[in-house]
């Protein structure tokens, strides 16, 4: 149960797009498509982006999409926006019904 | 309005239990697994355990495997997370948060995935002598 490994730090200018990655392993990241990514701003709770690698719930931007790729997950935010500055998670099943998040990456809006 | 609010947080010695609870409204709690997740200070997000809509199955992260345990009153719309034999290293926040679901059009049923839509604000665990 190792944490999936994220860039401490990505940063863009506002209308930019980034990308994050989340790197894991074929018992975790590799093995399902059950990845979700998650949005923390300071001293918030954090808010779900995307799950199932690439789908999003109500209510969540479009300029925010996943993806996946062997045993590395992505998160892209496309037109990046001031209020899109904030730590991001990565998540994914990692069988037996356990899950692991990633080291999370703090993103800053330049 | 959907809201989970946790309580029970607090400092205690290293060896001590603690006793977290997680009130969940807005919602039909039963219908939903529930889950608590952990983030130390100025670190990372941790998964710590799950349970089952009806409390029939637990899982745990294997750092608290034996120490912590799950469980839920669904009379009483609350989820708890009993923890013994308390380390420093379990020092945190500790959320609640519940598992998203959504109506599938095809198939007509509900179905349940591995990520999390609703949190709780957290409530501090502070492991200090």
């Known amino acids: 149960q190792s944490a999936l490994t994220q860039p401490a730090s990505v940063s863009g200018s506002p209308g930019q797009s980034i990308t994050i990655s989340c790197t894991g392993t074929?018992?975790?990241?590799?093995?399902?498509?059950?990845v979700s990514w998650y949005q923390q701003h300071p001293g918030k709770a954090p808010k779900l982006m995307i799950y199932d690698v690439s789908k999003r719930p109500s209510g969540v931007s479009n300029r925010f999409s996943g993806s996946k790729s062997g045993n590395t997950a992505s998160l892209t935010i496309s037109g990046l926006q001031a209020e899109d500055e904030a730590d991001y998670y990565c998540?994914?099943?990692?069988?037996?019904?356990?899950?692991?998040f990633g080291t999370g990456t703090k993103v800053t809006v330049l | 309005e959907v809201q989970l609010v946790e309580s029970g947080g607090g400092l205690v010695q290293p060896g001590g239990s603690l006793r977290l609870s997680c009130a969940a409204s807005g919602f039909t709690f039963s219908s939903y697994c529930m889950t608590w997740v952990r983030q130390a200070p100025g670190k990372g997000l941790e998964w710590v355990a799950n349970?089952?809509?009806?409390?029939?199955?637990?899982y745990y992260v294997d750092s608290v495997k034996g120490r912590f345990t799950i469980s839920r009153d669904n009379a009483k719309n609350s989820l708890y997370l009993h923890m013994n034999s308390l380390r420093a290293e379990d020092t945190a926040v500790y959320y609640c948060?519940?598992?998203?679901?959504?109506?599938?059009?095809?198939?007509?049923?509900?179905?349940?995935?591995?990520?999390?839509?609703?949190w709780g604000q957290g409530t501090m665990v502070t492991v200090s002598s």
């Open positions: 948060a519940r598992k998203y679901r959504y109506y599938d059009l095809l198939t007509g049923y509900y179905r349940s995935v591995d990520a999390f839509d609703i």
């Open positions: 998540c994914s099943y990692a069988g037996s019904s356990t899950l692991v």
């Open positions: 074929s018992s975790d990241v590799g093995g399902y498509n059950y």
């Open positions: 349970i089952k809509q009806d409390g029939s199955e637990k």
